[in-house]
């Protein structure tokens, strides 16, 4: 594809701001924000930089399925070889985001509905088995910062809000039960479903259907119900999955 839309040139502040990058080619215009580019050539963790933000691109739908990661055009936007990109686009190809094809290129993975149903299923086992763990042990600053969550992805008017609040409010219940391991695979697994999700959410009315769900989860939890709150939260994501795999007509 000759026209993709990449997230580029953090900003060293206190954190990094990402902005989105215009067409590759267009002479000169970035966009209605203007910032002073950075440059990363002398940047020890430039891989690390490009990993995040085409990860970025691809979770948040900057990067459509099927668009073509070009390391000439990537490496020149963040001025940096091709070797740091190359090393990017390895590690999405082994999170699942990314998949190269032999004399092509590496390409934003599109997965086929029954990868995505797979996705949903192993979500609900493992996400579930989480917060049953969790559950037993939840802390109340956990369950203040799921409550903050909650709110705001209610009252959230963007998908990129909608996915922000969303996996915010149930990484703050799994966090609750300390399992590193768990959160790893999960984050993997939600790195692969949202960018799908966002879709489902802005066609239909997933949105209020996943709050009062959220609701439901929250009381659990504050109760200290963990059977519940894994029924609940596997019910949700499957739920989930059925009504993508509807929206995208499967």
């Not at 910032?35 to 948040?60: C, H, K, M, W």
């Not at 769900?213 to 596997?234: F, P, V």
Request: net charge negative; hydrophobic share 40%.
């Amino acid at each position: 594809m000759n026209r993709w839309y990449c997230i580029l040139y953090p900003i060293y502040n206190s954190s990094y701001n990402l902005f989105r990058w215009p067409k590759f080619g267009d002479p000169g215009h970035i966009g209605p924000m203007k910032f002073e580019s950075t440059d990363l050539s002398q940047t020890r963790s430039a891989a690390d930089v490009v990993f995040a933000a085409l990860r970025t691109a691809i979770v948040n739908g900057d990067l459509e399925n099927g668009s073509q990661l070009r390391q000439e055009e990537i490496a020149t936007a963040f001025n940096v070889s091709r070797i740091p990109v190359r090393e990017a686009i390895a590690r999405l190809e082994q999170l699942g985001l990314v998949e190269t094809r032999r004399y092509k290129g590496a390409f934003v993975t599109d997965l086929p509905p029954q990868e995505i149903a797979e996705i949903f299923r192993l979500r609900a086992l493992v996400e579930s088995d989480a917060i049953r763990q969790a559950a037993r042990q939840m802390t109340g600053a956990a369950l203040s910062d799921a409550e903050t969550a909650h709110l705001a992805f209610a009252c959230a008017v963007t998908p990129t809000e909608w996915m922000e609040q969303n996996r915010r409010f149930h990484c703050a219940l799994y966090g609750a039960g300390g399992q590193r391991h768990y959160l790893g695979v999960i984050e993997n697994l939600l790195n692969l479903s949202d960018r799908y999700l966002r879709a489902q959410l802005s066609l239909t009315d997933g949105q209020q259907k996943a709050v009062d769900e959220h609701g439901l989860i929250l009381d659990a939890c504050r109760s200290g119900d963990a059977e519940r709150a894994a029924r609940l939260t596997a019910a949700h994501i499957e739920d989930a999955g059925r009504a993508l795999l509807t929206c995208l007509g499967h």
